[in-house]
């Protein structure tokens, strides 16, 4: 079965860090561009950071620039999002997903808020 | 970045009835060198991820019911339900992935 779990979320103080983890099965994760996407409380979605297959070329939306990194272990078919300096508007479910054709499939989502 | 904007922002319509969305680029995202639209559909129900629908504008996504169908090229986009169920009442959202960053549209709120 094709799937991606995330994990890794919770409630965190402004300023702080977390470190998400996105497992996946049942596709080729080390030729796989790999995505993160958000989506804030009753919001749409955005386009956070993606990494190509090999962890070479990454991109970061100007939002989450110098704050966020993401990386990969082909090796443990795990995607990564480490998150420093957290601030109150980076509360979101956040999403990992295969690229390619559109995206799919997507993790059930790991809900990060952010709150003193 | 490329803004795609979608319309309308929320529909009410009847079991059996025609859905459409549109969807517009403020770019195109027509490949030329190999013809093909990078924009896709995606569905979201309430509590649960989004769920891809459509991809290069019209293929539909493997186990996706055939009243779900896309069409349109460039900078124009349309999702159609032909014959609205129950289970279709969602948020439908499309995505460019022909540049980054990837964007999407704000999503239209499909009830019945």
């Known amino acids: 079965e094709v799937q991606l779990v995330e994990s890794g979320g919770g409630l965190v103080q402004p300023g702080g860090s977390l470190r998400l983890s996105c497992v996946a099965s049942g596709f080729p994760f080390s030729s796989s561009w790999m995505h993160w996407v958000r989506q804030g409380p009753g919001q749409g979605l955005v386009c956070v950071s993606h990494?190509?297959?090999?962890?070479?070329?990454?991109y970061y939306a100007d939002s989450v620039k110098g704050r966020f990194t993401i990386s990969r272990d082909n090796a443990k078919n795990t995607l990564y999002l480490q998150m420093n300096s957290l601030r109150a508007d980076d509360t979101a479910v956040y999403y990992c997903a295969r690229g390619g054709t559109g995206f799919g499939p997507w993790g059930q989502g790991t809900l990060v808020t952010v709150s003193s | 970045d490329i803004v795609m904007t979608q319309s309308p922002d929320s529909l009410a319509l009847s079991l059996g009835e025609r859905a459409t969305i549109n969807c517009k680029s403020s770019q195109s995202v027509l490949y030329s060198s190999n013809n093909k639209n990078y924009l896709a559909w995606y569905q979201q129900k309430p509590g649960q991820p989004p769920k891809l629908l459509i991809y290069w504008a019209s293929t539909r996504e493997s186990g996706v019911p055939d009243r779900f169908s896309g069409s349109g090229s460039g900078t124009d986009f349309t999702l159609t339900i032909s014959s609205l169920q129950a289970e279709d009442v969602a948020d439908y959202y499309c995505?460019?992935?022909?540049?980054?960053?990837?964007?999407f549209g704000q999503g239209t709120k499909l009830e019945i």
């Open positions: 990494i190509n297959s090999d962890g070479s070329n990454t």
């Open positions: 995505h460019q992935y022909y540049s980054t960053p990837c964007t």
